[in-house]
């Protein structure tokens, strides 16, 4: 049965999606070399009850490892994202992961407020709450130049990369409670710059800023809110928006020597968001490969 169709509880479609992009397909991409994108983990532990989750952007590459990852420790997860057709593929194998709960899926672009919104209140409502909310959706399209970077493309990764988060983070705000955990995704390139990124790199750099100063708003409340920067991590984003000069040689300036892969990102949110955690909030995660600069 279609878990994106099926009207239990344990699956759910929201579509709110008003712009009518394109879904991709659902198969596993491999980076350079063959290595396989989206393969599976095993994790980090997590406390004895686990969170409820709550992510924007889980569908594909490090979203999916983070809903895959959540989910196999018994997490309730409920994600929102525009592609319905990796967000099928992420649910299908958690099912065959023979996860406890099914997550839970609303098709939603972030960048329509009200849609958002809506799909926030169904999702905390489907859950029963939310304890830890990960911003992790994300738009980048390369550009030769400053002058190469339309109008249309820079609204739009803004709107996507740090819109988003602050609107996904107003509205869960009123149901987290003191230990809750608020989880960004910014990036190294936001702290080291890349010349073909300027518009990723500046929403990057403010998702950076928005961790530390948010988590000095609700310290007092108990609520962490750390970021993890990820350094070159091979997903379907990568072979779909940067030139073959960049993917052929991706990842490889890295001390490691190669691309890292979705599933060594995950492990780092759910120490963001256990117990094991506890003393960290306004951090800047790095899980880079060593990518020092």
Request: hydrophobic fraction near 40%.
């Amino acid at each position: 049965m279609d878990p994106l169709t099926n009207p239990s509880p344990r699956y759910c479609s929201l579509r709110l999606n008003r712009l009518g992009e394109n879904s991709v397909s659902g198969r596993r991409t491999r980076g350079p070399g063959g290595t396989e994108a989206l393969r599976l983990g095993t994790g980090a532990g997590v406390n004895a009850e686990p969170p409820r989750d709550a992510l924007g952007g889980g569908a594909d590459g490090i979203g999916s490892a983070i809903v895959g990852n959540f989910a196999r420790q018994g997490s309730k997860v409920a994600f929102v994202d525009i592609n319905a057709a990796y967000a099928r593929a992420t649910i299908e194998r958690c099912i065959a992961d023979g996860v406890a709960h099914t997550p839970i899926f609303y098709e939603v672009d972030l960048r329509d407020i009200g849609a958002l919104q809506v799909a926030c209140t169904r999702a905390i409502d489907d859950l029963g709450g939310v304890t830890v909310l990960v911003n992790n959706a994300a738009f980048q399209e390369h550009a030769e130049s400053i002058e190469d970077i339309t109008e249309e493309q820079f609204r739009r990764t803004f709107e996507t990369n740090i819109f988003g988060y602050f609107h996904m983070a107003q509205a869960a705000l009123p149901h987290l409670r003191e230990g809750s955990s608020i989880i960004n995704t910014g990036s190294i390139v936001g702290i080291v710059g890349n010349k073909i990124l300027i518009d990723y790199t500046a929403s990057k750099g403010a998702i950076h800023a928005f961790t530390k100063s948010l988590a000095l708003s609700l310290g007092e409340r108990g609520i962490r809110v750390n970021c993890v920067v990820p350094g070159p991590v091979w997903t379907p984003n990568i072979p779909g928006t940067m030139p073959m000069s960049e993917i052929e040689k991706f990842g490889h300036e890295v001390a490691l020597k190669r691309p890292g892969q979705p599933d060594e990102l995950a492990p780092a949110y759910v120490l963001l968001a256990s117990d094991d955690g506890s003393f960290m909030t306004g951090s800047l995660v790095e899980v880079t490969g060593g990518k020092l600069g």
